[in-house]
């Protein structure tokens, strides 16, 4: 067993692990933070994709023990004071999202996707940031749509006066 | 129109859960000292078991027990079942081989299950999995379906000579034949619909749970159907009485048919579960997910379609087989006949249609339904030989379907259905407006002057879907009754639960079920709530396939809500003093017929249940009503599908342009939702088309195990759909609702074939039409055009 401790959605946790858990199952067998989805085990589908330290990773091909120190966002600590992220908020009012599995790992891979291309992205843009992320369900139709809508209320929310 | 009621794009009242993280998934489920379940699969396709040793495994930390098949049989309990009998040509019974939940003596596919081992944590389970010596020997696969019932070919199951479980049949084969005699001009094609893996993205996962003190399972599982798994699981398999097994069905990610199954593991973790006295719980991985999900599709089929010198359609005459895998699934039987051939007339007047299928074993996984269930390749069939058709005719595509559309109602075919209602002229009319199909000349040419080559593809199809009349199915061999059932409850304060036996795993029920209530009984949309996927809540239901769940399950709930609105107007009455012949109900309001008398709907539930306004032996207080609704026919939603590609010759690599779909789904409930539905159809139809298709090699080995070798479609491989509908209700449920789940998956890949065809002057080219496949015909078409 290893020492392990790092802050998730803005706590502080610390457990003894096998050395072989993955973060996803840190997360969702340690933490019962259970959003965050497996989907295939080999990094393809992004269902289990979180942030870690600012930036976007498939936490189900990363051990936990390499994320000592650091600090993690989950589809759970998105919401702010009980408000929806814009993205979120964006992927409801798009209908980008059906069955909800790969939802979270979508959400938080168009965050990611936002902060690196910027606050417009076209559509090609879109279509290959979310390319390392499987839906099955939508078609991508809305999600492309709910992305747009989401980076576009992110700017607003960065610089009020930008998005007037 | 109001702004939650029927018609209306609200958004969706789930989805705060599921962009939340907090939606509760079979794999979310943990009970208090739950074991974990490993399965040990067969790596062979084909093999006799001769022994397999457990002792070393049985000593490995944290194993709790080990069961082979032997354990499962010695308790009694049955194997996995079909429940669709279908009779072959010659009157027998087709013949399903023994399939049971752990495999005896034998495995017939890589990815069998031959134990399955329970310890503390799932890396112990899998650990210990690895120490269970199987002696093996090897029997020769027999993976291509084409000559799977050769005489020299290895026997899959002894019960089924030849391996073919069924040679049926449909159609008048005289008058086709005599048709297709008397043709002006043969159209013939030979198609492989390729085997599909459904790739819902959640995995399978179970979770057994035994109250020794009740002596009750639950069981929580993945499933679209959690009351026909209950059936199947108690009056077949034989787990525990019906009142002795609870099966929950929560949040579902995704089926897409793939979760209708009543699968080995699950069954295994509800059984392990009161055999160890302790929770079972098992989640699939990917690769298992590939291996032994029930596949669909995998057809070869030779088809031919006879016209007339005008070009009227005369004659189809069909030859399929039908590859049904190692076993037969829940509902395997019935999709290459009865959700196939029915379906062979497409959108048009056709006098004359023989089917016959043949349908064979396979050392390779078990085929079920997967999203549209036979319909897709039936219009696979009719759709490719209907472009092929135009063009060695030289018709415009578009103008030789409108020429022999069904264009009177109802409509019956040679093979069995009877169209209700349809304007397939309309449908056709819009989208070639939408597609700007008047513009391909001029876009053909700009590809051209760029070197890519342009082509444009149609898809007129039809499916039966709301499945259906029981006594319609159970007359064509269905073991179970196709209705639907819904309890209205109205609580005292005027909320309103609703519990139905349909499933949502995506379908958006919360939303569009409350908008047809809070639309009949004028109370907001946040006062209703939809009750599913529960045994002990939902006293019985038939589950979400087939696009019933609108047709068959709503028009459940309206009945249930007749009986609570005649029910009001008896309280109504009673408070406002006048008799429940002068009520009338509207908007909310009970008002006494030609006054200002009125009383709203909450303050008549109060009523109801404080029954203080009337005599509570005349009038059962209360407000809680329900009701089953067994349809009196298939609806048969129908549509135009126009797909453009661009193809680059140099690479083979298609891109999908434009695509255009107008559907006819009678009355809308939500458009947004049904636009979504579609979208996501076409996405798998496009898939099935250009990138995804299961490979066996020869020995049986499953090369496509992971979304590595499997080509999922993914964002950046797809287009923005053009998508509209128009409406003709269906005069056969109460709502006029047709169904639009699998309209999408239906109608795409023939378009995008044809599409493809069209660019290439070719007249086949495989799915899926990978880089490779395209650039080779792309070349032949080259070479051809220049030898010209």
Request: aromatic content about 6%; glycine content about 10%.
């Amino acid at each position: 067993m290893v020492h392990v401790s790092m802050t998730v959605n803005g706590r502080h946790v610390s457990a003894e692990i096998d050395p072989r858990t993955l973060l996803v199952q840190f997360l969702r067998d340690n933490l019962r933070l259970t959003g965050t989805h497996v989907g295939c085990d080999t990094s393809q589908c992004g269902a289990c994709t979180v942030h870690v330290d600012g930036a976007a990773i498939k936490s189900c091909t990363t051990l936990a023990v390499t994320c000592n120190g650091s600090s993690v966002t989950t589809i759970e600590g998105l919401a702010q004071g009980g408000k929806l992220h814009p993205m979120q908020q964006a992927f409801q009012d798009n209908h980008g999202l059906q069955c909800g599995f790969c939802t979270p790992g979508m959400i938080m891979a168009s965050v990611d996707l936002v902060n690196r291309e910027g606050f417009s992205p076209d559509e090609r843009t879109i279509r290959h940031g979310l390319e390392g992320n499987i839906c099955r369900c939508t078609g991508y139709h809305n999600i492309v749509k709910s992305v747009a809508q989401g980076a576009r209320e992110m700017g607003a929310a960065a610089s009020p006066r930008a998005a007037e | 129109m109001s702004a939650t009621g029927i018609g209306a794009s609200v958004k969706r009242l789930e989805d705060i859960r599921f962009i939340t993280g907090k939606g509760r998934y079979v794999d979310d489920v943990n009970r208090p000292g739950q074991a974990y379940a490993y399965f040990l699969r067969s790596p062979h396709a084909h093999a006799r078991i001769d022994k397999i040793d457990i002792a070393e495994a049985l000593k490995a930390p944290g194993v709790v027990a080990i069961f082979t098949g032997d354990d499962i049989a010695a308790d009694k309990v049955g194997g996995l079942i079909c429940g669709w009998m279908i009779h072959s040509k010659d009157g027998s019974p087709m013949k399903a081989g023994a399939h049971p939940a752990l495999a005896q003596g034998k495995v017939r596919y890589v990815g069998d299950h031959v134990a399955v081992v329970i310890a503390d944590t799932y890396a112990q389970a899998r650990d210990a999995g690895e120490q269970i010596e199987v002696d093996y020997t090897t029997l020769p696969a027999v993976v291509d379906p084409a000559k799977a019932a050769e005489a020299d070919q290895p026997v899959v199951h002894d019960a089924a000579p030849n391996n073919t479980a069924y040679n049926w049949h449909l159609g008048d084969k005289a008058a086709t034949d005599a048709a297709f005699a008397s043709a002006a001009h043969v159209t013939k094609l030979d198609l492989v619909n390729n085997r599909l893996i459904p790739n819902a993205m959640e995995p399978r996962a179970a979770v057994g749970d035994y109250d020794s003190g009740t002596d009750t399972i639950t069981l929580y599982t993945t499933s679209q159907n959690p009351h026909v798994a209950r059936l199947v699981l108690s009056a077949f398999i034989g787990l525990a009485p019906e009142h002795k097994l609870r099966v929950i069905a929560p949040d579902v990610g995704g089926g897409f048919g793939s979760k209708i199954f009543i699968y080995a593991e699950e069954t295994v973790c509800a059984w392990a579960a009161k055999k160890i006295d302790r929770p079972v719980k098992w989640t699939a991985d990917r690769t298992e997910a590939f291996l032994s999900d029930a596949h669909g599709r995998d057809h070869v089929t030779h088809a031919e379609l006879a016209l007339d010198a005008n070009g009227k359609m005369t004659a189809v005459r069909v030859h399929t087989i039908a590859n049904m895998g190692s076993y037969l699934s829940t509902f395997a039987s019935s999709v290459p006949t009865y959700l196939y051939a029915p379906l062979l007339s497409g959108q048009y007047n056709i006098p004359a249609i023989y089917a016959e299928v043949d349908a064979v074993y396979t050392t390779t996984a078990p085929v079920d339904a997967y999203r549209g269930a036979g319909r897709p390749e039936a219009t696979f069939v009719i759709e490719r030989l209907a472009e092929l058709a135009a063009r060695e005719t030289g018709r415009d595509p578009a103008e030789f379907r409108r020429q022999n559309f069904v264009t009177e109602f109802p409509h019956q075919t040679p093979v069995i259905m009877a169209y209700d209602v349809g304007d397939y002229a309309g449908a056709l009319d819009k989208a070639l407006a939408l597609a700007d199909y008047k513009g391909v000349g001029a876009r053909k040419a700009a590809s051209a002057a760029k070197g890519k080559l342009r082509g444009v593809g149609f898809s007129a199809f039809i499916e039966a879907c709301g499945i259906a009349p029981s006594a319609a199915v159970g007359s064509l061999g269905a073991g179970v009754g196709l209705w639907e059932s819904a309890e209205v409850r109205v609580n005292p304060i005027g909320t309103v639960e609703i519990l139905t036996g349909s499933h949502s795993h995506g379908q958006s029920h919360e939303t569009t079920f409350a908008q047809l209530v809070s639309d009949r009984l004028g109370i907001p949309i946040g006062n209703v709530a939809i009750v599913h996927g529960d045994t002990d809540k939902v006293q019985m239901g038939m589950g979400t396939y087939g696009s019933r769940s609108g047709a068959v399950g709503m028009s459940a709930i309206v009945k249930a809500l007749d009986k609570i609105e005649a029910k009001a107007k008896k309280v109504a009455g009673h408070c406002l003093e006048a008799s429940d012949q002068d009520i009338e109900f509207k908007d909310g309001k009970f008002t006494v017929k030609g006054t200002d008398k009125s009383i709203d709907f909450a303050s008549v539930a109060l009523q109801a249940y404080v029954a203080h306004k009337f005599n509570g032996q005349e009038l059962e207080p209360g407000l809680k009503e329900s009701a089953f609704w067994d349809p009196t026919n298939f609806t048969f939603p129908a549509g135009v599908h126009i797909c453009e590609v661009e193809i680059d010759p140099e690479t083979g690599v298609v891109k999908v342009d434009r695509y255009t779909a107008v559907d006819d789904f009678g009355k809308l409930i939500n458009p947004m939702v049904v636009h979504g539905q579609v979208h996501g159809g076409i996405a798998q139809g496009i898939g099935q088309a250009l990138l995804e298709g299961a490979v066996y090699n020869d020995d049986g080995q499953l090369l496509t195990a992971s979304y590595m070798d499997y080509c999922m479609p993914r964002a950046d491989d797809l287009p923005s759909y053009t998508v509209d509908t128009i409406e003709t209700p269906c005069p056969s449920n109460p709502l006029g609702i047709k169904g639009c789940g699998e309209a999408g998956a239906i109608a795409s890949p023939p378009a995008v074939i044809n599409a493809i065809t069209d660019a290439l002057g070719h007249e086949d080219v495989t799915m899926p039409a990978t880089p490779q496949v395209v650039w080779r015909a792309a070349q032949k078409a080259l070479l051809k055009r220049a030898a010209e």
